[in-house]
């Protein structure tokens, strides 16, 4: 069977699901961020196979700039969320969100 | 069918199912709960992913994908791990009730995302459609110059509030 949009749309599709299930399931903050990436990975996944696929030629390439301005913006959430995990860490020593119940530092 | 796979279909079912094997593996490692394997794995998941990009014609973000993630943020995760002490966290248990409420409710929405590609049209014609670093570039530097500039402000942003939030005394 040829593989056309569909297969990776799919692929994209259970990829988002796993990140889901990491975001809901686990309860380490820096595993739950990692599972946030996959989802964030899964969307650029799906725009970049739209991209290939899409039906106006010229402005084909629309969706690979939005995948190019995606990883910027998850590189700089990525990096503001880890400093917030780190400042968190040192107040409570913990990463773990059944520690972190209060809104009060 | 089997005969008509050429080998970009071949590279895909591959690339396909170690991306998906590998972030599973981030989330659900059944042999370790440390965050440093699912820090490994999602290297893997994002350089078979890369893979995936380059079957597209995304060259520039194939490469682009490996650089800054699996090179700038995932170095980053994997310093964090290092800086925060976290060895206690493996022994907790996952509660059965958050086990099947998180199942019911990722299944769901799969079972509405898979429903809606499988039930929508497939496009007409796959026209080729190029990534190169080179077409990608002038539409960077022409059509969405301003979005450019104001997502190199939003870097700027980041770094100064990263400067603020890891000083010593955080009010």
Known sequence: ?105 | MINHMGLPDILFYVFAALTLFCGLLVVANPFSRSPVTSAMFLVLTIISMSGLFVLLHAFFLGIVQIIVYAGAVMVLFVFVIMLLDLKEEDRRRIKSFGLVAGLLSVGAILAIFLNSIISAAPPASAPAVEGDTHALGLLLYTKYTLPFEVISVLLLVAMIGVITLSKKDLK
Request: aromatic share 8%; proline share 2%; hydrophobic share 55%.
């Open chain 1, 1 to 105: 069977m040829h593989v056309g949009l569909q297969h990776y749309l799919v692929v994209s599709a259970i990829l988002f699901a796993t990140g889901l299930l990491g975001v809901i399931m686990r309860r380490n903050l820096l595993v739950m961020y990692m599972s946030l990436e996959l989802m964030l990975n899964s969307a650029n996944l799906a725009l970049v196979s739209f991209s290939r696929f899409s039906p106006d030629a010229p402005n084909g390439l629309d969706g690979q700039v939005l995948v190019f301005f995606i990883i910027t913006v998850a590189a700089a959430e990525v990096s503001v969320g880890l400093a917030l995990i780190v400042a968190l860490f040192r107040k409570r020593q913990s990463a773990h969100v059944e520690d972190l119940t209060s809104m009060k530092l």
